[in-house]
């Protein structure tokens, strides 16, 4: 997800704060600029969704926390003199507040491509990790990942399985069930490999050049 950093300087300015450009990994539009705090950099290298520290608010702020429009981190790139991030994402929607496809007034047609299977990334980013880095005794997923990679490998084939049966029936409805359960259970175990869902996009991506 990220290039070899090199150390990034948040002593530079007296706010700790450095300036981060996000563009967009497809179209290479510049989407936004916002700030991080050490904090902030930390928890999107971890979670894979782009966190800034919002200068209003005082505090930490993920991008897309209220609109559902997360900005899903690519790649991470640090200046040469160590003060300024460039991180290229993928969008979930549009960026600005206003709901401009960027907060330069830019078109930017990349995010209407993505349509739902954004939702992918989503749920792989924001809701299967939260259940893995924060376990629940009542969630299903946490109880997958507390049994380990065999049984979750176990439950992608069952589910594979239940895919071929109701591939050969007419019932649509229950076919499009055993899908949908098919692919959360392959995003389980993606996250439990720690491999994103972008990198097998970029496997793909890579065999129809």
């Known amino acids: 997800m990220s290039n070899e950093f090199n150390t990034i300087n948040f002593e530079k300015s007296a706010d700790r704060l450095v300036p981060v450009v996000i563009q967009d990994t497809n179209s290479d539009k510049v989407l936004m600029l916002g700030y991080m705090n050490e904090e902030a950099f930390e928890k999107t290298r971890r979670e894979g969704t782009v966190t800034f520290f919002s200068r209003t608010k005082q505090r930490l702020w993920t991008k897309g926390e209220t609109s559902g429009n997360f900005l ?108 949908s359960d098919l692919l959360f259970h392959l995003l389980i175990l993606l996250e439990q490999k720690n491999i994103d869902l972008d990198e097998v996009i970029n496997v793909l991506r890579s065999r129809h050049k």
Do not use: W
Not at 101 to 128: M, W
Not at 133 to 149: D, M, Q, V
């Open 72 to 179: 899903f981190v690519n790649e991470i790139n640090v200046d040469c003199d160590g003060d300024t991030l460039l991180i290229k994402a993928t969008p979930a929607g549009p960026v600005c507040h206003t709901g401009a496809d960027t907060c330069f007034g830019e078109k930017n047609v990349q995010h209407t491509k993505i349509g739902e299977a954004s939702f992918l990334n989503y749920l792989q980013k924001q809701v299967i990790r939260e259940r893995k880095l924060n376990p629940s005794e009542a969630s299903y997923t946490s109880s997958l990942f507390r049994k380990g990679i065999n049984k979750i490998a176990q439950k992608v084939g069952e589910e594979a399985v239940e895919v071929v049966i109701e591939a050969k029936d007419e019932d649509n409805d229950l076919f499009m069930n055993e899908v």
